[in-house]
């Protein structure tokens, strides 16, 4: 059994938490937007605590303020009130030890695949020759499943294929957390499986907290230990937490043959249309 | 027989071949061979089109101005000197043709004789090399200044030397906006700081450019006898058309995709790698719709410059001809009229086809 399981346990069972065991902590978060009519507060006392080693996805209705705690997480948004920490240090601003995998593939158009990913790589790994940091992006094209494109240009490659880039963009730094803004959103349903199937093969091996934000309950199952909903802002927050029990490593056959999902699927369904 | 055999195995491979080519291009090749045949088709009869209404216009003008001479003539001196006149006229006397609209073929024997005199006069620069060698050699080996030839420049010289200040004009007007254009780009403090001088110099005619830029460098070149028109009318093309490259630059480094930024600070990028892989590459294609602009505003303001600068180019070219006003001055204009366009056609047919090469999304260029 390994730590993730583990800690997952120790959350679920005794509603303990070690603070060793905490990656990333989000306390007493606010989030307000000044507009000429006042302020408009999109998240108000927002607590969460992610887990080492554990796979989060945030599920709740469009504009609730999901995208907003994810920038506010990767430091792309300032914090309002409250704090968030990584291994209890506070978050001050955007940095490779979060790793972002935008809704849009993001990809520098004018660079081939091989140079997105190398561009952070570079930047992450300054001491390493220049051959290690190309085995480093490589590895993770490979990962992806683009051994055949590594000199193909970013424009050139299709909206899922560019995807995968940034899936092995955001691993090959090495992040302590991957944030995830609805990264699949924008392709079709046979693209958006098979991507899922790639994200969750990597993450098996390099166990990256994670936390995603999606639409799809699906995937949220599929691919979570936890799924977090939260609620319809303005004054958004945490409305209820479900945990999913699978076994890692998973399959999509196996989680649909298992009569929990289709609770877990009522539950969540029930949440969203409440 | 065995050779036969090759033979006609070879000959069909060949049928075979194009009988999989025909397959392969099915009535695709046929609808675009037809639809170009049909583009080039309609491209000439417009230009036959033009031409013949060209040819009308120039003779309804040409009529008009040789009625009203000999209703003169018939005025003022009576009937005798009114019928001498017209004989005059239809004789194809040169004293007495009317000066007005050229008619094409006038123009095309203008074109004709202008490249004959520009043979002419290289001829005789070639001659003139020749018998100079010997001396200039000697004035080299004496360390003076060797001696060239300062006859009349002929055509093909003047559209030289107007090409030649344009580019000048344009490396000055990349040189400066560029740059200008990329720090204020990055910097909304001085973009604000620099919009009013930019708004309030970009609309000033290029005569006015010309006329600042004669003051400084006729200063600057104080004492000094050699020739300062192509400095002067090279800045003052450069500065004419320097703005649009400069607006867009600062456009496009300011408005570069979100998207791109929140990469650059996610990754933490410094601030020389931000501007060289992500700002830069992102805003090219807005600097070279920029460059384009320039250029052809470029082209466009040299034959006003170059006339006032009294520039050996086109547009002194021009004017001299209209000042001269021999009998075939008003096709000569005509000619350089074409030249001039046709030149600024193919300068922007050359500014798009490096802009579609540093465009990295070819979708979005049109």
Redesign the interface.
Known sequence: MNTAQQSNQTYSENGIVYPSNIMLDLSNLKKVYPTPKGDYVVLEDLNLQILKEEFVTIIGHSGCGKTTMLSMI???NEISGGNISVLGNPVK????D???I?Q?P?L????SALDNVL??VN??FPDATKAQRQDVAKYYLHKVGLEDAFHK?A?ELSQGMQQRVGIARAFA?KPKVLLLDEPFGMLDSLTRGELQDILIEIWNKEKITAVMITHDVDEAIFLADRVIMMTSGPKAKIGDILNIDFERPRTRKSVLENDDYYTYRKHLIDFLEH | MEQEMVLKKESNMVSNFKQTILKLTPSMKKDGVFKSLKNTGITLLSILLFLGLWQMGSKALYNKEANYRVEKALQERGEEAAAAERACIESGDSSCQPNTLPSPSQVWASLQSLIADHQVISADKAAFAEKMAVTNEKMISQGKDTIVYTGRASFVDIVLTSIKTVFAGFLLAMFIAVPIGIIIGLSPSLRSAFNWFIQIFKPVSPVVWYLLVFMIVKTLYIGDSSDNAFVISFISVGLCAMWATLVNTAMGVASVDKDYINVAKVLKLGTFQKVFKVILPSSLPLIFTGLRITLSVAWMVLIAIELLAQSQGLGLFVWEEFQNGANDSNSKIIVAMFVIGIIGFLLDRLMLAVQNMVSFNKNEMA
């Open positions: 990767a430091g792309l601003g955007p940095g490779p979060r790793g972002v935008f849009s993001s520098m158009p004018w660079m561009l952070g930047q992450v240009k424009s730094i």
